[in-house]
């Protein structure tokens, strides 16, 4: 993968994390802040437990650091895959969302 393809599908993954904090807050009373700055989101939960999401560019890798642990995610062709096998982005950082939210919040791309 060339920067510029890793770079195009990295935004599009952040964005796709924004989006889902705008749905979230619209469609339930999750109290989910976040924040964008440059390569890097920020999660705040009402109960001021943090996620945060940011870009390694010289990896092609997107982290998730969250109350459950720290992730490495790589592009696998079609999805964000955990480095270590602990399956695909979006689904774990609902889980470690809905934990940290003590309520169920769904993310997607």
Known sequence: MTDMEYQDLADALLRAVERGCDRINDESDADLD???VGGMVTLTFANRS??????????????????AGGFHYK???SLWMDTKGNGEFFAHLSRCASEQAGQELVFSS
């Open 75 to 77: 592009w696998d062709g």
């Open 34 to 36: 976040n924040q964008r």
């Open 50 to 67: 943090q996620i945060i999401i940011n870009l390694q560019k010289p990896l092609h890798e997107v982290w998730l650091a969250a109350r």
